[in-house]
């Protein structure tokens, strides 16, 4: 049985231009859970993962909207919201697709921390998109009024950014690996996880969003994982994104992927964590990881669509 981490990319939930009503996500999850239910069934053991970028500054604006007539709650317990909300949506949407079937399994979505350091340089140079898509003029009237950190996003638009330090690790790692070996399908470290940082013999948490991608990694490393997948809304990963010698990667060995990633072709944010986790994963694990699109989630997992990353030749 192959030990699969599956990370899902904030457009299984919300894609650009959706207002974000329960009905455009039931559509989308349901979508999300369609794709995956024929790895789920074919003999693998998964681990599923996601962002939250959009449900987390959601709820950061309400709080912000409300902050005059209730306590104002810190982002850490924000985060925790977005895995139970996200969690139930992928939860129930895949049993559902598993019932169609006639498949009863289990699937249990573990409320995640991960631990980041408090000295971490993300702290100072946020780079974390969350929440809606705004005019530059919305971004310019948010950032005076709410101190909002404002900055263009690779799709279009501007949105809020915010601290997003490097996940060291994850503290549910040994309860997540004991369900995936019963055969439970998994949730876990959604939205990246819920930030702590170590102090002495205890954890504290800290305000901010951790990299889904990053935090995935971190653990599929740390739980051994067979192969490690990145589901998002683009085929794969491109040199030369959206020019006109733009190329699309099919295999790429992980040496020569750290070389295009330091030449500057996968911005902070995107692509860049994306690549960054797959290539953390393959050299620590002598594993393959890939990238992909959600929407041909059989063919990626399987290595027929999307980009492959492979270990030292
Ligand atoms: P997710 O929600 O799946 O984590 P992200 O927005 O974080 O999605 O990352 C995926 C996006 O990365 C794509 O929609 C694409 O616009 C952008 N991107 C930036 N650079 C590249 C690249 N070199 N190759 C492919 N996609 C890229
Ligand atoms: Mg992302």
New binding site residues.
Partial sequence: MTLLVVA????AILKKGDKGGPDEQWRNVSKAAKALVSVALNGNKMVITH?N?PQVGYLAEAVDAIADKVPHQSLDILVAMTQGWIGYLIQHALQEELRKRGINKNIASVITRVVVKKDDPGFKNPTK?IGRYYTEKEAEKLSKERGWLMKP???GGYRRVVASPMPRDVLESDIVLKLANEGTIVIAVGGGGIPVVKDRDRYIPVEAVID??LASSVLAIKISADKFV?????K????N??RSNEKWLREVYVGELERYYNEG???P??????VRASMNFVNSTGNIAIIGSLEDAYNVINGRSGTVVLPKR
Avoid: C, E, Q
């Fill in positions: 899902l990319g904030g457009n962002g970028g998109y996003d690779p799709r889904k991608d990145i589901l998002t809304d683009v794969g990963v491109a040199l994104f959206k072709h996968f911005p944010g995107s692509m860049g964590p994306k």
